[in-house]
């Protein structure tokens, strides 16, 4: 599944021969230049990235907490049901 595709972007590095900054880069606190560098990177589509936010959002414990409570609660009614029905069942067989 493609939800995006490899570009050539415009990256600020910084410098290592410490040379003066170069435009649109510039200087950070600290006094370290940057210059611009054309780098390789996997950009996701607008269309897509409502997908990938739904993937990064973090755990909710509250909602997990329902629908582990729903679920529990669905199993023992079932399991209440069977045996319920298992002990009439009993109980007409006997006579």
């Known amino acids: ?3 995006g595709s490899v570009v050539n972007i415009l990256s600020c ?11 649109p880069c510039g200087m950070d606190a600290n006094g370290i230049s940057y ?5 390789q990177a996997y950009v996701i589509d607008a269309v897509n990235a409502s997908k990938i936010d739904a993937i990064t ?3 909710d414990y509250a909602q997990a907490t329902g629908l582990f409570g729903f679920a529990f609660s669905i199993v ?6 069977s045996h319920l029905s298992g ?3 009993g109980l007409i067989r006997r006579g």
């Open 1 to 3: 599944m493609n939800i």
């Open 13 to 23: 590095q910084a410098r290592t021969d410490g040379g003066p900054a170069v435009a």
């Open 35 to 39: 210059q611009p560098q054309v780098v």
């Open 57 to 59: 959002e973090p755990f």
């Open 76 to 81: 023992l009614l079932a399991w209440l049901s």
């Open 87 to 89: 002990t009439i069942l």
